[in-house]
Structure formats: structure tokens, C-alpha cells
């Protein structure tokens, strides 16, 4: 957990609350937590997925991994530290968007597991969905749209989750994609089906 260097401050509640809030929008805020190898089709999946809530009229927004990279988190790189801090950073955004009553699609490799536990606590209950994009390695390389595995296998990328840092596999997500097997409007109907089973949809 990251060190607290705020002193004197106090929390502020407001006259809004997360109820109203979810009343006007006719949803509940969720944040569904996307992670898989590079090219697994996390983005792919969270892109359509938002498109596909807004259609309904739900109000979404999908958090990044190389988005949230170019602003808030451009002071971070790729060793464990800073994967650590990514996830951290992500998730407080995540959890005000959340707050606010958005069906919030974050699309992260988070590799380690103890840093997407470390992110589901600073969730309430039923607020945080991990999602299991779980899509081989060799479909992922197969499909290597920036070139990353390629680059990573000549040594040119260190660190890079699947070939020289690892990936720890989620052992009880809530929801299991992969996009080797799944079509793109497969994952998302399925994405929808569970947020529908679970009352997402509705305030």
C-alpha cells in the first residue's frame, strides 16, 4: 500500500449520494477489471462493450492501460514497483467513477495477483468484477498487433508479462473470455449477460 504523505486533511461528504446518483443514470456503478496478456483482446473487448452499454442507454467508460500511460500514470514504467503503483493509481480512479454510478471497463495486464487482490480491496462489496481474458500465449503472439512479442523475443522489451516477466492467473474471477474461442460480440454479450444476471443494469 502506498505511503500516505497527507497530513491534516479530512473527508468530505457530499448532499449526492451514490444512490442518487445511480436513480438519475438507472444503473449501478461497477467497475469490471479486465486483465490478460498483451493482445489477449482486453481493449478490444472493453471498447465494444462500452459501445454496446451506451446503446442502451448505460452510461460507461473504459480506463486504458496505454491511455491512463500517456497522463496520469507517464511517470511509471514497467518494473514490479511501478506495475504496483499502475494498478494502485487505476483503481482509486476506477473507484470514484464507480461512485458515480459508471459502468467503468479497465483493460490492464496486471500481472500479479497480489496487486489486482491489492485493487479489489479498495472496493466495496460487488463493486469490483474481475474479468479472466484468458487467451493463450500463443494466440496472443500469434496475433501481436504492436510487435511486442517480437521485440520482447529479440530482447528488446525487459520485462515484458508472458515471455520475460510473468503473469499470474486469476484463480477465482467472477467471468472467464477467451477471445481465441470468443468472437468479440460473443465476450461482450457475455459481459452483458452477467452484468443483466447481476442487476447492473438497473438502478
Request: with cysteine; net charge neutral; hydrophobic share 35%.
Amino acid at each position: 500500500m502506498a505511503e500516505s504523505k497527507s497530513t491534516n486533511i479530512t473527508w468530505h461528504a457530499g448532499q449526492v449520494t451514490r444512490k442518487d446518483r445511480e436513480k438519475v443514470l438507472g444503473q449501478r456503478g461497477v467497475t469490471l477489471w479486465l486483465t490478460g496478456l498483451s493482445g489477449s483482446g482486453k481493449s478490444t473487448v472493453a471498447v465494444a462493450a462500452e459501445h454496446a452499454l451506451v446503446e442502451r442507454g448505460r452510461l460507461s467508460y473504459v480506463l486504458d492501460g496505454d491511455n491512463v500511460r500517456h497522463g496520469l500514470n507517464k511517470n511509471l514504467g514497467f518494473s514490479p514497483d511501478d506495475r504496483t503503483e499502475n494498478i494502485r493509481r487505476i483503481a482509486e480512479v476506477a473507484k470514484l467513477f464507480t461512485d458515480a454510478g459508471v459502468i467503468v471497463l479497465t483493460s490492464f495486464i496486471s500481472p500479479y495477483r497480489a496487486d489486482r487482490d491489492a485493487a479489489r480491496a479498495i472496493f466495496g462489496e460487488g463493486d469490483f468484477v474481475e474479468v479472466f481474458v484468458s487467451t493463450s500465449l500463443e494466440t496472443c503472439e500469434e496475433r501481436d498487433p504492436k510487435g511486442l512479442y517480437k521485440k520482447a523475443r529479440a530482447g528488446q522489451i525487459p520485462d515484458f508479462t508472458g515471455i520475460s516477466a510473468p503473469y499470474e492467473a486469476p484463480e477465482r474471477p467472477e467471468l472467464v473470455l477467451d477471445t481465441g474461442k470468443l468472437a468479440v460480440p460473443e465476450s461482450v454479450a457475455a459481459l452483458l449477460r452477467y452484468l443483466d444476471g447481476k442487476g447492473y443494469l438497473s438502478a
